[in-house]
């Protein structure tokens, strides 16, 4: 439905590919929100800031206050002035830095395609006057900034993007539980992860955000060969995080890999369905404004 | 292992392709990284097993593949016998080329033998045992040749072929590999040795083997005879079928092991003239000794020359003959007319008291007989009666009382329709002593009383048919006797059964060409002049069959093999070691026998190799729904 509403050009500027030309993280994340919200008709989420949205005609229970003076100096009529709402969410922004994301080795990676994202949702969430941190971790987490709202706290936020190198190995649920007793105040955690872990010990983290009345929204960064396991020779396969070798002729065994592959993904899906957990697979070839829409899917239920 | 064509075994090397590709895709593999290889060790190590067997599998296939056809095609083939090893020498090879190779796969055995042996030899030779005087040289020469030739006639023993092989082996040195079935027949009357290790044998003979066949035809007053010998260590049941013009008879006999067995078939023959038909036997595995033909003559009526010293003295020959006028025309005449009389028109003579002949006479006589006629010697009584030229004999017997005829000689096809007792009441009151020949009656006295000398068809009886000698001229006896007599010098005048192989000698009458027509077509001969009559001689004769000879009156005669060629008992091995002889296998395999199997073995793996693949295929093509 709400796809409907873009014009052609405006999804140019969210493909990844086109994004990884430009330079500066801040200008990515700002020419993918704007090319974003640009290309709504409207948008149905007016009111979450102290910025003018539109008049209304005054009706009685109204605050006096909220009446506009001078448009009733040009017009002799009574309306009230509407403000987007002012919110005071904490979102948390947390991006898995491990060396798995550094695939692939070509224009750009899971961690470049994620790195983008947050950067981009950072900007959003500024941009509406929310408060955003973020965090990233490996086997544990690497770097802790709290949420702020401030301009000059999104640019350390950029900074902290922009300088991230990937490394290590991943245990993302001992991160997750270890971050979920840290943030004390609810708030929105947002998680870009590849998610290559022992997938029935991240479940039970990401229950535990839900048990401490967080809201969840987890983004699952695969590459397309991951996912179909695509090369068309036999090739020497080595593991980013441990060094690992296997010796594999795709072609053999490509199907039951893609049925695991599947099969994993929808154990993600219906795990975090039952845990009221969002949950986006997102490959990095796909544009950036679904992960968008359901970061503002996921903000509009929160209200 | 032996290769016919192994200019092919190189491409053996095509086996390494598929190694060299493995082991190129091993080196040449792809290193990629890859995020985790969490999922994928759990897939590969369910799909490992299959994936290797698999791997494994199709590389052993294709290997297999590209080793089985060049393999196949350098024509390979197992020779656990192979004699000598031949790779740069020459070898003389000798093969038995008898009637009795023919018998079940001898034949094609010996020929992939010899094939085998000479195309492992850089200067093969060849002695066929029927043509022993040819020497064959030259490999493609002699391969073309064993395409052509067969079992024959020619090659009833092995002796000339073996003198032969000696003799070369002793002046050059050379190994010889006699190929034969070692029939006992063939190598009997050897006595010579080769030198110690020259002579290798493929034995292509077995002591244990089932053959039957026809060993002889006579013709006996209306009734053919038929011999038949049962050669395996079994006994046979065969069905017998004489075929004479247009009639056809059968007779279906059990013959024991190892024993001679004679049938009889009747047959009226009306007309004078000449018959030829053929007694075949139902068939075993050699077939050659279950056909024999034959030609009977039945002569038109016998004009019987009857010289007699005196018409009394030849009376009862006189009267005896008039009994069957329908065969015989007597004709009496004196004993002084020899001399004018022209003796070559009449096929037999008796001459009842040839001492009265004069020298002169004797030689009228002689040059008769050996021009082909013949005669009824009645030898006189006395002591020196000018006959010593013709028949040995000694004076005048006059036993007390007398002397009666106390064994015959049955075998002989004279008297084969006679027994002992029917001369048993024959009184003899005087004789001769006759010496020579074949004693077909013995006197009690040991004394023979009717002599054959069949090489100057003559029989001669010991004594004159008159009262005073002898009661046989009353006696039942008497006229069945001369008249079998005199038949049977007609009939054995003229030869016609023959051995294939033989030549063939014929008197005809004229000088004239002759048109002869045999089994294997038609050819135009020509008499040769002889002393008496002009003689045929035919050396074409290898075909067994039924052959006439005709111009202006028609000759005929059957050619048959030797009836022992059809005898496959094989030689006591004590016999074949004094011929310095070692038998090396019975078991050359023919080349080529591994080819066939091969390719068929590479089409089956190439079938395999893609049942493989297209299940690995169809494992894959999703499921559409």
């Known amino acids: 439905m709400l796809l409907n509403c873009y014009v052609p050009h405006v999804k140019q500027l969210l493909k990844p590919e086109l994004i990884a030309r430009l330079k500066g993280i801040d200008f990515k994340a700002r020419m993918v929100v704007e090319g974003f919200l640009s290309g709504l008709h409207r948008s149905p989420y007016k009111g979450f800031s102290v910025e003018f949205a539109e008049h209304r005609q005054y009706l009685p229970g109204d605050e006096l206050k909220r009446i506009d003076w001078r448009v009733y100096g040009r017009t002799e009529r009574f309306f009230i002035r509407e403000y987007e709402e002012e919110t005071n969410l904490r979102a948390y922004l947390v991006l898995d830095s491990s060396a798995s994301m550094a695939y692939p080795d070509g224009s750009y990676s899971k961690l470049d395609y994620g790195r983008w994202l947050a950067a981009s949702l950072a900007y959003l969430l500024n941009r509406q006057k929310d408060s955003t941190g973020l965090v990233t971790f490996s086997k544990k987490i690497n770097r802790y900034i709290p949420p702020r709202a401030t301009t000059a706290h999104l640019r350390i936020i950029f900074r902290e993007l922009a300088g991230l190198k990937p490394s290590g190995d991943t245990n993302i649920s001992s991160t997750l539980h270890q971050l979920a007793e840290r943030i004390r105040r609810r708030g929105l955690v947002i998680l870009i992860s590849d998610l290559w872990d022992n997938e029935t010990a991240i479940v039970p983290a990401l229950r535990h955000f839900r048990a401490r009345k967080h809201e969840l929204l987890v983004f699952h960064l695969f590459h397309p060969d991951e996912a179909k396991l695509d090369f068309r020779n036999p090739v020497l396969l080595r593991d980013l995080e441990t060094g690992q070798e296997i010796t594999v002729d795709p072609r053999l065994i490509k199907r039951q890999y893609q049925e695991r592959f599947n099969r994993r993904c929808e154990y993600f899906r219906r795990a975090c369905a039952e845990a009221l957990v969002d949950y986006q697979p997102l490959s990095i070839t796909t544009p950036f404004d679904q992960a968008l829409f359901s970061y503002l899917e996921h903000r509009q239920r929160l209200n | 292992m032996h290769f016919l064509q192994p200019q092919f075994l190189p491409l053996l090397s095509l086996g390494l392709i598929p190694l060299f590709i493995h082991l190129l895709t091993r080196l040449r593999l792809r290193r990629q990284n890859f995020p985790s290889l969490h999922l994928l060790q759990t897939v590969h190590q369910e799909r490992f097993s299959w994936v290797r067997l698999k791997e494994i599998l199709l590389l052993l296939l294709r290997t297999l593949v590209l080793l089985i056809i060049p393999l196949g095609l350098s024509r390979p083939g197992f020779e656990p016998g192979l004699p000598v090893r031949f790779g740069a020498e020459r070898v003389l090879v000798i093969l038995d080329d008898s009637y009795s190779m023919g018998y079940g796969s001898r034949w094609q055995k010996a020929v992939s033998s010899a094939r085998l042996i000479i195309q492992n030899s850089s200067q093969p030779e060849l002695l066929l045992a029927s043509r022993a005087d040819t020497l064959f040289t030259g490999r493609n020469f002699i391969n073309r040749l064993l395409d052509t030739i067969s079992p024959s006639a020619g090659a009833w023993t092995l002796f000339p072929a073996l003198l032969r092989a000696d003799s070369l082996s002793r002046q050059r040195g050379l190994p010889v590999v006699l190929i034969t079935d070692l029939q006992e027949r063939a190598l009997s009357r050897i006595d010579f040795s080769f030198p110690p290790g020259k002579l290798q044998i493929v034995n292509l003979g077995t002591q244990q083997f089932d053959n039957a066949g026809v060993t002889g035809i006579s013709f006996h007053n209306n009734r053919i005879k038929v011999e038949l010998f049962n050669y395996g260590g079994a006994p046979v049941t065969r069905t017998v079928t004489l075929k004479l013009k247009n009639s056809v008879q059968e007779q279906t006999i059990a013959l024991p092991p190892r024993t001679p067995i004679t049938i009889e078939f009747l047959m009226n023959f009306e007309k004078p003239g000449l018959y030829p038909g053929s007694v075949e036997l139902s068939a075993d595995s050699l077939l050659i000794d279950n056909v024999r033909y034959f030609v009977f003559h039945i002569p038109e009526k016998i004009t019987v020359p009857l010289f007699v010293p005196t018409d009394s003295a030849g009376k009862y020959l006189y009267w005896a003959l008039l009994t069957d006028t329908l065969h015989f025309q007597p004709l009496t005449l004196k004993t002084s007319a020899l001399s004018s009389t022209q003796l070559s028109h009449y096929p037999v003579i008796i001459i009842a008291d040839p001492g009265n002949l004069k020298p002169a006479d004797f030689d009228r006589l002689n040059f008769y007989l050996n021009s082909g006629g ?44 006679f027994r002992t007792d029917d001369f048993k009441p024959i009184r003899i009151f005087q004789h001769t002593r006759l010496a020579g020949g074949r004693t077909l009656i013995r006197l009690t006295d040991q004394s023979p009383l009717v002599i054959e000398l069949p090489e100057k ?67 135009t001969v020509l008499p040769e002049p002889a002393l008496a009559r002009p003689l045929v001689k035919i050396t074409t004769t290898r075909v067994p069959g039924n052959y006439r000879l005709e111009n202006n009156t028609v000759y005929a005669f059957s050619v048959n093999p030797l009836p022992a ?32 199997l091969l390719l068929y073995l590479a089409a089956a793996l190439l079938a395999v190799e893609l049942v493989v693949i297209g299940l690995e295929n169809y494992r894959k093509t999703p499921v559409r729904k």
Do not use: M
């Not at chain 2, 002591?383 to 030229?389: Q, Y």
């Not at chain 2, 013709?390 to 106390?406: M, N």
């Open chain 2, 457 to 523: 068809n003559l029989l001669v009886w010991a004594f004159t048919p008159e009262p005073a000698v002898t009661d046989l001229i009353y006696k039942a006896v008497f006229v069945p006797l001369l008249h079998h007599s005199l038949k049977y010098l007609v009939l054995r005048t003229i030869r016609h059964d023959w051995f294939v192989g033989d030549t063939v000698v014929l008197s005809v009458r004229e000088l004239a060409p002759l048109r002869l027509i045999g089994p294997a077509g038609e050819k």
């Open chain 2, 565 to 596: 060629e059809g005898d496959l008992t094989p030689i006591a091995e004590a016999q074949l070691s004094s011929l310095g002889g070692k038998i090396i296998s019975s078991d050359l395999h023919p080349a080529g026998e591994l080819t066939a």
């Open chain 2, 374 to 417: 013949s005669a009824l010697l009645c030898v006189p009584n006395l002591p020196s009666s000018g006959l010593e030229r013709l028949i040995p004999h000694q004076g005048k017997v006059i036993s007390t009382g007398f002397v009666t005829p106390a064994e015959i000689d049955t075998t002989h096809p004279l008297l084969a329709d």
